[in-house]
């Protein structure tokens, strides 16, 4: 099928009333890109800036150029704020993107012994190799991002068989598998993120640890989401979330250690890292090293 992208640029004040007249004429949905500066790349903060925003739609083409004028007199009797810049028309390809994405997405080897394998691709195991059969759907965590792979050796390095283990902010669940196959006789996993619930739950099955992964909506602190509140339940806890949500939630899952414990935290390039590290030494951890990724890292902690 032969789709239209349309292009135009708003006026901020503008953006509603267009965006509503585009969804008419489109009823899969209008992309709203707002204009924005970077202020942070690693913990992806920004501020938006009083400059026109862009929005996109695709219809079904082809499209006349009385379909054209049509939809631009439309567009122009909603935008109130300043007149419609230019309307750009690009075809497009219909693609099931879906499927497209797998094709950058291989097996992959980390560290000494995992190898993390797409579940539509065929591996044979060799001996001391750890297979995570995974399919991570919308969910963070395939093994390609550098922090996954730092956490993924750090298990390596710390797990021990027998530990109990908490996973914040789970994603595809790729860590929660890989600490059960390393030993761990427990991870709970929790994400804030329902799509990365269902791929966790999914890929805890697909790997038969279901039984000793717990997957939950949530978090450590007030979305707690198991019923007990005992003070320490982990003897390891791993979060490859961003440095922001690491430094907030770091008294939170510093409590959640047993004296001993061990933690390991990545998500951050070198620039967080002394801000991580400060967060972790005030909640009473200290820490122990740190693993390079490129601009990666990955922070390993114990708590005395």
């Not at 996973?167 to 790729?174: A, K, L, N, P, R």
């Not at 804030?192 to 000793?212: L, S």
């Not at 005992?230 to 510093?254: Q, T, W």
Request: charged share 25%; net charge negative.
């Amino acid at each position: 099928m032969q789709w239209i992208e349309v292009v135009l640029r708003v006026a901020p004040d503008d953006v509603d009333a267009v965006a509503d007249a585009l969804r008419d004429v489109s009823p899969a949905g209008v992309s709203i890109e707002p204009a924005i500066r970077t202020l942070d790349h690693d913990n992806f903060q920004y501020e938006l800036l009083d400059e026109p925003t862009t929005l996109r739609v695709c219809l079904a083409g082809p499209l006349t150029t009385a379909d054209r004028r049509a939809l631009r007199r439309r567009l122009a009797a909603a935008a109130q704020a300043a007149p419609i810049a230019p309307i750009r028309y690009r075809e497009v390809r219909d693609q099931d993107w879906a499927e497209e994405w797998k094709r950058y997405f291989g097996v992959l080897h980390v560290g000494q012994h995992f190898v993390v394998r797409p579940s539509w691709e065929a591996y044979e195991a060799q001996p001391g190799e750890l297979v995570i059969e995974l399919d991570p759907g919308t969910a963070f965590g395939t093994g390609q991002h550098e922090t996954t792979r730092l956490c993924l050796q750090a298990l390596e390095r710390y797990v021990r068989p027998g530990w109990a283990v908490l996973d914040v902010g789970t994603g595809s669940g790729i860590l929660a598998v890989g600490a059960v196959l390393l030993g761990a006789a427990s991870v709970r996993a929790c994400d804030i993120d329902d799509n990365a619930i269902a791929a966790a739950v999914e890929n805890a099955q697909r790997n038969g640890v279901d039984g000793a992964v717990d997957v939950r909506a949530g978090s450590v602190g007030a979305e707690w989401p198991w019923d007990e509140r005992a003070e320490v339940s982990a003897d390891l806890v791993v979060a490859n979330i961003s440095s922001v949500a690491l430094n907030a939630l770091m008294a939170e899952m510093a409590a959640a250690l047993r004296p001993g414990g061990c933690f390991i935290g990545s998500g951050f390039i070198e620039s967080g890292r002394a801000g991580v590290e400060a967060a972790v030494r005030a909640a009473g951890l200290e820490p122990v090293e740190v693993l390079e990724d490129g601009e990666w890292r990955c922070l390993v902690a114990r708590k005395s």
